[in-house]
């Protein structure tokens, strides 16, 4: 039977127009959301929105940590037992962002399916695969290489809880607070990555030596935390439909294209760089600990949420170009740095390759809706490019993470042919200068489709 929510504490605030009514049903289920109502929003919104936009953080930190698990797991597997060329190093650093990829559209469509509080349960319960396979593999140096790859590969559902994360936000804040609330959440994930690569080197030391187990282990019950809490506190909302057009509508745009070629160069580079970072740290630095591998996804997780506000004051694009011409020198810088074997001129300059994609990242997310909403007064158009951009979204995404898979996978060819990852290096930074010459053409130039218009 469903019972009338007046506010979360149980009282209303005394408002000139009364605010639409809600009501929950039993499994937390919310009827009559509305966060653009300002006096729903007032009296009950804004506390139902935080509470599940806490709770959202959690669970996504969780998957972007079990995601990028594999990444700090690699460099250890040979103290573990485990006899592996390069190659198949960066094919379980890259084949977890494959997977997670892959599953962000998917992923996606499932909270409108099962509820946003529903789903965050389920995808929460499905990182105990990966990490529950991965602790029995890694006590069996035996294990062939292909088996030690489908279970890496299980670690990619991780990647795909962003999406069904974001997605399920997004129906609870109001288009004035929506790129904030995004913002904070995207970045809450990011940090996961920076999270494991610091814990696990801290974590696997036993008095046996490397107890690799524990990388996996260790999540076990902070997984079960985030299912219980988001079965207790969450909630599901009624009114969160998806609209499997919008995806066909954005598919149709050129803009939707190019802006995930873009998103590639900046949230792809985060995933890749990311994963790679500490294998290349342990080959080529073997004197040095590979926990400070964790600063860089940090800074890029931290810089994610500073590159948006940029881009509201400065336009995305503009920022988005600066973020490019950034990460093209701090890739040279370490190139040369490599060439001296200087390490700490070559981590200054991933740090500021990092701190570019991060900011990147929350450039280009705010250039979509400004892409899609330029050159139209007309409502009906409005409506439609609306959906274009919220597909533009998805579609971009995971097309983005790509740049996940196909970092570590460079590299491996680099090393295979050349004996160093230096060729890679220098392909990276000409695929940055055209992506920054596209984004300065297509979004910035005066000449261009948008003239003066800061997008």
């Known amino acids: ?51 599940n936009l806490g709770l959202s953080v959690f669970a996504e930190f969780l998957g972007f940590a079990v995601w990028a698990l594999w990444s700090i797991v690699v460099p250890q597997l040979p103290a573990a037992g485990f006899d592996l060329t390069v190659d198949q190093m960066f ?34 319960l499905l990182l ?16 062939g290489f292909g088996a030690l790859l489908a279970v890496a590969a299980l670690a990619g559902v991780g990647g795909g809880n962003f ?22 959440n995207a970045a809450g994930g990011n940090l996961g990555t ?32 985030a299912a219980l809490l988001a079965w207790r506190f969450m909630d599901n909302l009624s009114n969160a439909k998806a609209d499997p057009r919008s995806y066909g509508v954005a598919a149709r745009s050129r ?44 800074v890029g997780s931290i810089a994610r949420p500073l ?10 694009a503009r920022v988005t170009v600066v973020a490019f011409s950034v990460m093209a020198v701090g890739v040279v810088c370490a190139i040369f740095a490599l060439r001296a074997h200087a390490f700490w ?60 898979f196909l970092i570590p996978r460079g590299f491996a060819v680099s090393t295979s042919l050349t004996g160093n990852i230096q060729a890679a290096l220098w392909v990276i930074v000409g695929l940055y200068l055209v992506m920054g010459a596209t984004t300065w053409a297509v979004y910035q130039r005066r000449s261009g489709s948008y003239g003066t218009t800061v997008i």
């Open 1 to 51: 039977m469903a019972t009338q929510l007046v506010t979360d504490a149980g009282t209303a605030p005394a408002l000139d127009t009364a605010p639409a009514q809600l009501t929950h049903r039993p499994g937390r289920w919310i009827d009559g959301w509305n966060p653009e109502d300002g006096g729903q929003w007032a009296a009950v919104g804004r506390a139902i929105a935080r509470r």
């Open 91 to 124: 094919w379980l650093i890259a084949v977890p962002s494959l997977v997670g990829a892959t599953l962000r559209i998917p992923y996606t469509f499932a909270v409108p399916v099962f509820g946003g509080r529903n789903w965050t349960i389920v995808s929460a």
């Open 128 to 143: 105990l695969v990966p990490t529950i396979g991965l602790a029995v593999a890694v006590q069996n140096p035996q294990l």
């Open 163 to 184: 999406a069904s994360s974001m997605a399920n936000i997004s129906f609870f804040y109001p288009e004035r607070e929506k790129g904030r609330a995004l913002g904070l």
């Open 194 to 225: 920076a999270a494991v690569q610091f814990a696990v080197p801290l974590v696997i030391v036993g008095a046996a030596g490397v107890e690799l187990e524990r990388a996996g282990l260790m999540f076990v019950p902070l997984v079960l935390v």
């Open 255 to 298: 803009n939707t294209w190019i802006i995930s070629f873009i998103y590639i160069g900046t949230f792809g580079s985060f995933i890749g760089f990311s994963g790679a970072f500490p294998t290349l740290l342990k080959n080529q630095f073997p004197e040095v600990t590979i926990t400070i591998a964790f600063a860089g996804a940090l």
């Open 307 to 316: 590159g948006g506000m940029l881009a509201d004051r400065l336009g995305g």
């Open 345 to 404: 001129p070559f981590i200054v300059s991933f740090l500021v390759l990092f701190v570019a994609t991060g900011a990147g990242n929350g450039s280009v997310y705010r250039m979509i809706p400004a892409v899609f909403r330029f050159g139209t007064t007309d409502d009906e158009d409005r409506a439609r490019r609306a959906k274009a951009a919220a597909g533009c979204l998805g579609i971009a995404g995971a097309i983005g993470a790509f740049g996940g």
